[in-house]
């Protein structure tokens, strides 16, 4: 792949870190506690060996998840349409209300900052559509249909 995703560069780091505690923190933790004496009442050793179990499948999750988000190659997306990546306007057709929308992997989501899911029903709802098009949302709270007004992609910002 060309270009790599920057939430693989997160991760990739989460990664390195979630590993040095599981090879040399969390190793010293439990070899501290274990100092102490009886373990069957040793809050400190069972912290640590359940902090050691969380860990390890927090690294099982991220390394299936990085394998997964490496095989997503940015070619792939739309130079013209929502994808991954793209800033979108969008206009309320009914309130008239204009927001604005980032489409991103749910690990990147950050709503106060207009970052959406690509899976959220506004991302799937987007995705695919052009300049012009209405997106229609379905949520619990009722049916809303947005104009998009303006896209940027993926591509056009690496462009600037």
């Known amino acids: 792949m060309a270009d790599e995703l920057p939430i693989i560069k997160v991760i990739k780091a989460e990664l390195v870190e979630l590993k040095h505690e599981l090879a040399v923190d969390l190793p010293r933790q439990i070899e501290t506690a274990r100092a102490h004496g009886d373990l069957s009442e040793n809050a ?3 912290a640590a060996k359940e ?5 390890h499948a927090r690294v099982g999750m991220l390394t299936a998840r990085l394998s997964e ?3 997503y190659d940015i070619s792939s997306v739309p130079a013209d349409k929502v994808g991954y990546g793209s800033r979108v306007t ?3 057709v009914d309130s008239g209300d204009e927001r604005f929308y980032e489409l991103v992997f749910p690990e990147e989501t950050a709503p106060e900052k207009g970052r959406i899911s690509l899976q959220s029903p506004v991302g799937q709802a987007l995705l695919h559509k052009q300049v012009g098009d ?3 949302v379905r949520s619990p709270s009722g049916k809303r249909t947005y104009e998009i007004l303006e896209l940027v992609t993926v591509h056009d910002r690496k462009a600037d």
């Open 134 to 136: 209405e997106a229609v």
């Open 51 to 55: 902090r050691q179990g969380l860990v």
């Open 44 to 46: 400190e050793y069972h």
């Open 69 to 71: 988000l490496s095989r």
């Open 90 to 92: 969008v206009v309320d």
